[in-house]
C-alpha cells in the first residue's frame, strides 16, 4: 500500500499503534494491518511502551524464535531418519565372509596390537560403543574357536561415576544379551572426566573391554589378515567399482 493511500486511512495507523500498546509483536500486527514493515517502523519511531509491554514483545520473540528452531530441527531429525532409513536397507543380508571382514576391520580399528616389546598378550578389544562391541562378539561367536569363546569382560568406569555401576553392568547386559554377572570385573579410573567430553551424564556407560583368553595365536592371525586387505587395496584399488550407485 503506498504512503498516498495511507494517507486515506489514518485508521490503520491508530488501530497499529493500539496493537503495539497491548504488546503485539510487528509480525502479529502484519497479520491485521496490511502494510510494509518499514511503515510500522515510521509509525511506531516515537511510540513509547512500557516495561511490561516490552517484556510480552520480548517473550513472544523468544517463543517465535523456539518455535522456529523446533520446527526446523523437526525437519532436520525427519530427513535423518529417512537418510537412514534407506541406508540401512542398501545393507541387506551380511554374508558370513563379510562378517569376517567386518570382525577384522573393526579390530584392526579398535583392538590391542602386539608390539616387539610386547608380545603374547592376546585378542583385547574395547569401545563404549554397544554396536560395535555387538558386531565384534558376532564376529568371536562365528569365527573363534569353540573352546576359546567365552571371553572375560571389563568394565572401566571413571571413578566419579562409581555409584553408576549397578546400571552400568545392566546396560552391558542388555546390549549384549548377556547375563549381568558376566560383567563383575571393574576398573576405575582416578583423575576428573575431559571437561570437553559429552558422554559423562546419565548417557555414560563406561567402556567394555572385551579379551579372549590363550588369543596370541588369533592376533597374529589377525595381523595376517590385516595385511591381506592392505595388500589387496593398495594393489588394485585404482580398478575398483563402487558397490552401488551414489559412492
Known sequence: MSLLALRGKPELKIRAIELRRQGNTYSEILK???VAKSTLS?????????????QRIT???????????AARRSIRINAQND???????????????????????????????????SVGHGVVFSNSDP???????????EFVEPDNREPAFSIYLHMTKA???GDVRKF???????????FSKVCFKKGNVATNRKNIGLLYNGLLRVRIT??????????????????????????????????
Do not use: C
Open 32 to 34: 491485521v494491518i496490511p
Open 42 to 54: 515510521l509509525w511506531f519511531h516515537d511510540v513509547g511502551l512500557a516495561e511490561h509491554q516490552k
Open 59 to 69: 517473550q513472544k520473540r523468544i517463543e517465535g524464535q523456539k518455535k522456529g528452531a
Open 83 to 117: 537418510i537412514w532409513s534407506k541406508a540401512k536397507d542398501e545393507v541387506g543380508a551380511i554374508s558370513r565372509r563379510e562378517l569376517w571382514l567386518l570382525g577384522i576391520a573393526l579390530y584392526w580399528a579398535e583392538g590391542s596390537k602386539e608390539k616387539e616389546w
Open 131 to 141: 554396536r560395535m562391541i555387538r558386531v565384534f562378539l558376532a564376529w568371536v561367536a
Open 163 to 165: 555409584h553408576l555401576i
Open 172 to 182: 552391558w547386559s542388555r546390549e549384549t544379551g548377556l547375563p549381568a554377572s558376566r
Open 214 to 247: 590363550r588369543g596370541s595365536i588369533l592376533l597374529r592371525k589377525i595381523e595376517g589378515w590385516v595385511r591381506g586387505i592392505d595388500a589387496d587395496i593398495a594393489g588394485s584399488s585404482n580398478g575398483r567399482t563402487p558397490p552401488f550407485e551414489g559412492v
